[in-house]
């Protein structure tokens, strides 16, 4: 059996893992500290039970649970958090999670989870896993043939004939994402990971849920899906950017084809679709990233004392830093080291009236290893030393 836990707490993690093992040293657990991490190990392993925390930076326990269902339904979902408030458990409940565990988690409590999930998992392996297996297969199946045509390859001996009879017409939804790729000394590779698994299992459940069809990863930016929508294409399209708005950090763009029925225009049509995509600017969605920059507020106000480097936090709240500078400073008035100084020095100022406290004490709890660079800076910004500040305040070092 197949256990992940995702908590940005690495003693809980290690904790739990520990126990686990010791009720059978035959289960794998892997451990991530983010929803981006788990993502990868999820795609890369076949989990049975996902242990998450709510409150991890990025994208939330719940909105992982949300928004990864879809593409693993058979896995088994537990919340753990060190809140007990009613409405995250009844959210927890309301997504389908078997349960929710308060922090500290009592191995006591833990064996008897384990061992209530264990024979519902093995029975599901039997048949439930067969079942899906064979319908993940002639899916795939399809989405290579989409994928080979929608590049202009050759589709070579692949079976073609069982996609063109399932969509004699269909639409195309394009999703280009912006900033998710970075230059490595082979080439490229996707900076956002999760951002490119929201697209897709955002996509994947509209699909499924208003009509039918495919989803593509047509490229580390650009994802392409095949739709043959229930209802109005308008209107699925608007479902579809309003949920990317609430999930993604980064800018995108949708793109929708006209009515297609014929399999061999696909090649043109992808190319113009990206044509549009390359010369139209690229905006996030109203609202988009705004709750990015309000978790990176909080981040910096419990962290100051930290490296707080524009890329750390930007890296925290998953959007590349040069957007995430756009977006702060739209938010706050203030580019982002300024707004950290200031914070900063606010700081000092109030631990300057405690007495007790030397001024290298205060630099090192406000985020400043070197003395005399906090001393350089506290003057610039109020046009006296520390300890200038101190004697006017009348505050007398003890």
Known sequence: MNILIADDERA???????????????????????????????GSNRIDIVLTDILMPGMNGLEFMKISKHRYPLVKWVVISAHSEFSYAQEA??????????????????????????????????????????????????????????????????????????YSEFYLVMVQLEGTRKRTGTGTEPVYPLEHFIVENVLSELIDTQGRGLVISYDFDCLLGLVVPDGDLEEFKD???????????????????????????????????????????????KGSGEKSIDDALLYIQEHYSEDLSLERVA????????????????????????????????????????????????????????MRHFTQVFRRKFGLTPTEFRHKQNVKVI
């Not at 995108?252 to 010369?279: C, E, K, L, N, Y």
């Not at 756009?326 to 100084?341: A, C, E, M, P, R």
């Not at 000092?348 to 290893?369: F, S, T």
Request: charged share 25%; aromatic share 6%; net charge positive.
């Open 239 to 285: 479902q579809v950017k309003g949920h990317l708005t609430h999930y993604l950090k980064i800018p995108f763009h949708i793109a929708v084809s006209g009515h297609i029925q014929d399999f061999d225009t696909i090649p043109q049509v992808v190319t113009q679709m990206r044509q549009a995509s390359a010369v139209q600017a690229v905006e996030p969605a």
């Open 315 to 370: 890296s925290v709240v998953y959007l590349n830093p040069a957007y995430f500078s756009q977006l702060f400073k739209l938010k706050t008035g203030q580019g982002y080291k300024d707004y950290v100084i200031s914070l900063r020095l606010e700081q000092a100022k109030k631990l300057l009236l405690n007495p007790r406290l030397r001024l290298a004490d205060i630099a090192g709890r406000i985020g400043y290893q070197d």
């Open 93 to 166: 409940v309301r997504l389908g999670a078997r349960d929710y565990l308060l922090k500290p988690i009592g191995k006591k409590r833990l064996v008897e989870l384990i061992e209530h999930l264990q024979p519902e998992i093995w029975q599901e392996s039997e048949r439930m896993r067969e079942e899906e297996k064979l319908r993940r297969n002639l899916k795939f199946l399809h989405e290579g043939v989409l994928r080979r045509l929608a590049s202009g390859l050759d589709t070579g001996n692949l079976d073609t004939q069982s996609l063109i009879q399932e």
């Open 12 to 42: 809980i993690r290690e904790g739990i893992k520990r126990t686990i093992e010791q009720i059978s040293p035959d289960y794998h657990v892997h451990l991530a500290a983010m929803a981006t991490e788990a993502v990868q190990i999820m």
